[in-house]
């Protein structure tokens, strides 16, 4: 999960295409790293299988590792098991984001990964992608930042569920995808939350009615409307001060 907090204006909202060489994606997926004549060598190893329907998976924990995947519609949720046999939800990937680096230091998958709804991803053999890697030096870059930023999602991760607030925590998470949302050129004010409020209560580390009386909570503020999974950021300014722990500056009911 990124958790950079842009509180600065967006831009227009784009249509998502398959191809690499036209996909609005593209600024934020693998072919960044690319010019246009490697773009097309890239785009040669990428399968795109038919999506993958709400609940299915597209790859289990132990599953020998192959491919890394970028999701190209809808959403996947990442999850572990516990010993007790737990459900625990490790990240959620939005349009443009990579999944299944995971498996890269074992070669095995060590998470679980399921559609939240009906989601297209790009296959990218990972051995296909090593051998054109060291063909362009801006790719293998552009691949080793992917991984410093599973790290580092990592150990923001660790720090939200360790020093805040219930109120904190669901606040970090909607700057979060807002924030997500911009790079795909998409509202950051408004926006559709895939997850269900048990998937973000699992992530977050909080109960269910917790995340639900925060949302009320919010939505009292005058922060956020809340209608469904629908999302409407009221106070922007007002979400970033109350991520960090500071809310005086929300407004009050």
């Known amino acids: 999960m990124s958790s950079e907090h842009d509180c600065k ?8 295409n398959v191809s690499c060489t036209d996909c609005s994606l593209n600024p934020i ?6 010019n246009d004549n490697q773009l097309e060598e890239l785009d040669n190893i990428i399968k795109r299988s038919k999506p993958l329907k709400k609940g299915e998976h597209l790859f289990r924990a132990s599953d020998p590792f192959a491919s890394i995947y970028a999701v190209r519609s809808g959403t996947i949720k990442t ?3 516990t010993e007790d046999g737990e459900e625990q939800v490790t990240g959620f990937y939005l349009p443009g984001e990579v999944l299944g680096i995971d498996g890269i230091s074992t070669n095995i998958h060590s998470n679980s990964a399921k559609a939240l709804e009906t989601a297209a991803v790009c296959e990218i053999p990972f051995e296909k992608l090593e051998v054109l890697s060291a063909q362009i030096p801006t790719l293998q870059r552009h691949f080793f930042q992917l991984m410093s930023r599973e790290i ?3 150990q923001q991760l660790i720090m939200l569920l360790s020093k805040k607030s219930a109120e904190e925590r669901i606040a970090s998470l909607l700057l979060s995808i807002s924030t997500r949302h911009t790079k795909r050129g998409l509202s950051a004010s408004g926006f559709r939350l895939p997850m269900s409020r048990n998937d973000i209560g699992n992530f977050l ?4 009615e917790t995340v639900s009386r925060v949302f009320t909570r919010l939505q009292k503020q ?3 409307h809340v209608d469904g999974k629908e999302v409407e950021v009221l106070d922007m300014q007002g979400l970033c001060h109350m991520s960090n722990g500071s809310e005086s500056s929300a407004k009050t009911a």
């Open 205 to 208: 580390g909080l109960a269910v």
């Open 152 to 154: 580092q999602a990592d």
């Open 79 to 81: 999850y572990s098991v």
């Open 222 to 224: 005058g922060i956020i």
């Open 29 to 34: 997926c693998l072919p960044v790293a690319v």
């Open 9 to 16: 204006s967006r831009v227009p909202t784009r249509n998502i």
